[in-house]
Each structure stands twice: as structure tokens, then as C-alpha cells.
């Protein structure tokens, strides 16, 4: 008999617009994410984003990880690494701390990888 667990943690959980699935509207969520399909609207997770090769964004994304291998306009800022895959289009500003761009990718904006200045409470009072 298989049991299964009365709460379930969103935390690691993976959501996906399918091939051929247009949505339009933000997303807000703490998994991770893959876009097959297509999305207007920005999205802000604390997990790592995918655009697959046939995925389509058009708007921001925040969020911890991105691999891009389809279509992205807008900015993205991802807190730790970048992947931009030998497909992707990537046309907005990029803020990251790790980029990797494989041969072929085109990117065009502005890429920021300075690290995050520290907040120091009472400095210059």
C-alpha cells in the first residue's frame, strides 16, 4: 500500500506551460518553473527558471537559477548562475552573479555581475 503524505512543501515544487499553452499574467511562486509555451507577464521565483527551446517569455523574470534556451525579452535577474543555451534570444538587461553562454546564443543588453553592495545600518550618519 502506498502512503501518501498529508502536506506537501511547495518549496521544491516544479510547475510547466506546456508546448502550445499561452498564458498571459505574473507568476508568483517558490519552485521551479519551465516555460514550453509561451507567457506574457514577468515571473518571480525563488527557484530556478527554464526556458525550454520552444518556450517563449515576454516580460521579467526574478529569480534564484535561469537556463534559457528559447525566447526571452525582457530583464532578467537571476541571484546566482545563468545558463544561456547554444538556442536562446535573449534580448533585456541581465543582473547575475555566475553567466555561462554557450556558442550560438545571442544576447543583447547590458550584463551586471558586480556583487551586491553590503547594507550597512547607521554608515554615513
Same mark, same amino acid.
Given at each position: 500500500? *502506498?502512503?501518501?503524505?498529508?502536506?506537501?512543501?511547495d518549496a521544491g515544487a516544479r510547475?510547466?506551460?506546456?508546448?502550445?499553452?499561452?498564458i498571459t499574467?505574473?507568476?508568483h511562486l517558490k519552485g521551479d518553473?519551465?516555460?514550453? &509555451?509561451?507567457?506574457? &507577464?514577468?515571473?518571480y521565483s525563488e527557484g530556478?527558471?527554464?526556458i525550454g527551446g520552444s518556450g517563449v517569455v515576454q516580460g521579467n523574470i526574478t529569480c534564484q537559477n535561469a537556463d534559457i534556451s528559447g525566447v526571452l525579452t525582457g530583464?532578467?535577474?537571476?541571484?546566482?548562475?545563468?545558463?544561456?543555451?547554444?538556442?536562446a534570444v535573449v534580448e533585456g538587461d541581465l543582473k547575475t552573479a555566475r553567466l555561462?553562454?554557450?556558442? &550560438?546564443? *545571442?544576447? +543583447?543588453?547590458?550584463?551586471?555581475? +558586480?556583487?551586491p553592495k553590503p547594507n550597512v545600518k547607521g554608515q554615513g550618519q
Amino acid at each position: 500500500m *502506498k502512503i501518501i503524505p498529508d502536506i506537501v512543501s511547495d518549496a521544491g515544487a516544479r510547475n510547466i506551460i506546456g508546448q502550445g499553452t499561452k498564458i498571459t499574467g505574473d507568476i508568483h511562486l517558490k519552485g521551479d518553473f519551465r516555460i514550453d &509555451g509561451e507567457l506574457i &507577464g514577468s515571473i518571480y521565483s525563488e527557484g530556478r527558471i527554464v526556458i525550454g527551446g520552444s518556450g517563449v517569455v515576454q516580460g521579467n523574470i526574478t529569480c534564484q537559477n535561469a537556463d534559457i534556451s528559447g525566447v526571452l525579452t525582457g530583464n532578467l535577474n537571476s541571484a546566482d548562475m545563468t545558463h544561456f543555451k547554444a538556442t536562446a534570444v535573449v534580448e533585456g538587461d541581465l543582473k547575475t552573479a555566475r553567466l555561462a553562454i554557450e556558442l &550560438g546564443a *545571442k544576447f +543583447s543588453g547590458k550584463c551586471d555581475m +558586480s556583487e551586491p553592495k553590503p547594507n550597512v545600518k547607521g554608515q554615513g550618519q
